[in-house]
């Protein structure tokens, strides 16, 4: 077989094809396809300039991209010379091009792997490839760590910073650029003094004019400490969240003195109705909210569901001016009954003076600043760990940072410090299209004992036999 289909078929260079046949190893057929080098070889020692004598050969093995349904093994005969001066000794053999030297993968395979192990545990990527699953990992690994030494990540103006719990990762902290919905960066803990130790070495922080978060304190005094221009604004769902809890607070206090079967018809017809916004009420809802008003057991639920909902008209109603938004806070706090039952709202009240800066500082961001983007990454986040279970924090920081969603949307907005994205280079795609859908709230059962794979560390399907 002529050089040039070589290169057509395998995509290596200066070998010649001998053989290819299929073979059995470790109770699975591998193809295995025989080639010998016959490129240039150096007329003198790379090293010193003296001269080389023929040293043998060896047949080095490299795994290939699965052929007609089996691994592949490529067995390359290369030559070997050794320099005849005694002060270098130096031995040359040829480098095949398109072949990672250190994994012995060609590098359409290692493409191919890395993209695999986005989608599958390493153990099914190893069903087309004649190696340990330990392997799939290593070669992801070494993906990641080359991402990581060439591509730099702009800090952005726009900074929204957040919390997600992993189990067996523990708390990691979840930052991103809100200006231009990306992910930025994604670390294990979020304790105030792991935050500054992040944020403290982080390029750029000069840059950073508003982070937004929930009301986390240490967020506050980390950039105090760490970002010199930055403003602190609290994400407004966060604090109207409040509003629904304290409502629902009154709720569930309403039915404990009613019968069993009131208390079910409420909870079934009234949960769902009071937490949504009048405008979206539908006319059978609306009519819900106006017998409560005459029913004396059940006024107070439609005095609760006022106050929510003056609480969501401070944004709504005063988005143009901060003291519009000011006096319509202190008037929501003057009409909260004095009555017991209501001091959920007068927490919620007290929340904002806590908070007081950082709440109204939304109207002064030159941007409807929100972290809901923040919360969709989390939900990313949560995914590719159910899709892996077991995998370390090293591989979910890869397959969420580096998928090529985010790294085409950081490249086009001229955010990316690094070399060109390659369209050849593995596609991290992990948005749901036609996927099954994925319970994001089931717990894990600690009663069973998980089929751990002893290597890579990831958690298999079923249980351990």
């Not at 070669?139 to 726009?158: C, G, W, Y």
């Amino acid at each position: 077989m002529r050089n040039d289909l070589v290169k057509q078929l395998f995509e290596i260079d200066n070998c010649t094809f001998d053989a290819m046949k299929d073979d059995t190893i470790d109770g699975r057929t591998v193809r295995v396809v025989s080639l010998h080098y016959d490129g240039e070889v150096p007329k003198s020692c790379p090293e010193c300039g003296g001269k080389l004598y023929r040293h043998g050969s060896r047949t080095i093995k490299v795994l290939d991209t699965p052929m007609g349904g089996f691994p592949v093994v490529l067995h390359i005969n290369v030559p070997r010379y050794r320099c005849q001066n005694d002060s270098c000794k130096n031995m040359w053999q040829p480098e095949i091009d398109n072949v990672d030297s250190r994994r012995m993968v060609t590098n359409r395979a290692f493409t191919d792997v890395t993209e695999r192990s986005l989608r599958s545990t390493f153990e099914q990527v190893c069903e087309d490839y004649a190696f340990a699953p330990n392997t799939a990992k290593n070669i992801f690994l070494d993906f990641l760590q080359e991402k990581a030494e060439k591509m730099r990540f702009k800090t952005p103006s726009f900074l929204g910073i957040d919390e997600i719990k992993i189990k067996k990762l523990g708390e990691i902290t979840v930052v991103t650029d809100l200006e231009h919905h990306t992910l930025f960066d994604m670390f294990q803990g979020r304790n105030k003094q792991r935050l500054i130790d992040y944020f403290s070495v982080l390029p750029g922080t000069e840059n950073i004019l508003w982070v937004c978060s929930d009301m986390y304190r240490p967020f506050e005094d980390t950039l105090k400490n760490t970002m010199p221009n930055a403003r602190w604004v609290i994400d407004h769902f966060h604090v109207v969240a409040k509003a629904n809890e304290a409502l629902d607070y009154v709720r569930r206090s309403v039915q404990q003195f009613l019968s069993k079967k009131d208390r079910l018809k409420t909870k079934k017809g009234l949960a769902y109705t009071l937490k949504m916004r009048y405008d979206s009420l539908s006319t059978e809802d609306q009519e819900k909210i106006r017998l409560l008003r005459s029913n004396p057991k059940l006024q107070v639920l439609a005095q609760a569901y006022d106050l929510k909902e003056d609480f969501f008209n401070i944004y709504d109603e005063n988005k143009a001016s901060v003291d519009n938004a000011k006096e319509a806070f202190a008037r929501w706090e003057a009409s909260i009954p004095p009555e017991p039952i209501f001091d959920k709202f007068r927490e919620v009240a007290d929340m904002v003076y806590n908070h007081y800066e950082a709440i109204f500082a939304w109207w002064d961001c030159p941007t409807a600043i929100s972290n809901g983007y923040t919360e969709c990454i989390n939900r990313l986040i949560r995914e590719n760990n159910l899709r892996g279970r077991g995998y370390s924090f090293e591989i979910l920081r890869g397959r969420t940072l580096y998928r090529k969603s985010n790294l085409k949307n950081l490249e086009e907005n001229g955010l990316l410090y690094g070399p060109e994205i390659q369209e050849y280079a593995p596609n991290f795609l992990f948005e749901n299209t036609q996927e099954e859908e994925i319970d994001l709230d089931t717990e894990e059962d600690d009663t069973i004992d998980p089929n751990v794979d002893p290597e890579t560390g990831e958690i298999l399907d079923g249980e351990a036999s």
